[in-house]
């Protein structure tokens, strides 16, 4: 019968794979890596900075901070290493005296899938950028600009929280913030005025942070 007759199947042709693009220089490669490192290392600084300063309420202490970006620093050139390691291990599964080698991948089709330049050199490139990121962990301008630059942003982040509870405070024209402020005078009288001070500061900027972590990121 007519209505069971089958479709013809339309001829997609042979599955051909796109040309490889050509690799970016090593060089680009590297100086992209550095900056994302550096964008990484200055957050986590500038998270340390918060973190003393309203939870430990420590003092501020380059040479803590120098340690700390020297060390973020050294934890991303060994992150590159292992991973490095990795791609390599991936590479030459073990395999025991006389067994087969592994069936090579394939495209759809039957193709062999190729291994690109890219892709043949990423071991290289990471164990490069490795190299770089530990120089620039010896390199004391280096860590002391980006530590300047953390700064920069922390203090920023808490004055704009700050800033944010402050515009709450009811205006002096608010007819009950009139009425109770005989009131509010003899409380603030009664307790420790800086002790006061200090612990509001922190409740309000911790809060703050809290109630908007990623405005950190």
């Known amino acids: 019968m007519a209505w069971f007759r089958r479709r013809r199947r339309a001829d997609l042709g042979t599955f051909e794979p796109p040309a490889p693009l050509p690799p970016t220089p090593i060089d680009q490669v590297l100086a992209d890596g550095l900056l994302l490192a550096r964008s990484a290392v200055r957050m986590a600084v500038k998270n340390l900075l918060i973190v003393a300063a309203l939870r430990d309420r ?4 380059l040479e803590v901070l120098r340690l700390g ?5 050294l934890l991303l050139a060994r992150h590159n290493v292992d991973q490095a390691k990795r791609i390599e ?4 599964p073990r395999r025991a005296p006389g067994a087969e080698a592994p069936a090579r991948r394939r495209f759809p089709g039957g193709k062999l899938v190729e ?7 990423g071991p290289q490139q990471l164990r490069l950028l490795a190299n770089a990121l530990a120089i620039v962990a010896d390199d004391a301008d280096a860590i002391d600009a980006v530590i300047e630059e953390a700064r920069t942003e922390a203090w920023a982040e808490v004055s704009q929280a700050l800033d944010r509870r402050l515009a709450e405070v009811p205006s002096s024209a608010d007819a ?6 005989e009131a509010r005078i003899r409380a603030l009288v009664e307790v ?4 006061l001070d200090i612990q509001a500061a922190e409740a309000r900027v911790m809060a703050e942070w809290s109630d908007d972590p990623e405005a950190s990121a």
């Open 69 to 73: 970006a020297r060390e973020e620093y």
């Open 115 to 121: 291994e690109d330049e890219l892709h043949r050199r």
């Open 58 to 61: 420590r003092d501020y202490d």
């Open 89 to 92: 291990a991936d590479r030459a």
């Open 192 to 195: 420790d005025l800086s002790e």
């Open 176 to 181: 009950e913030y009139l009425r109770d402020r």
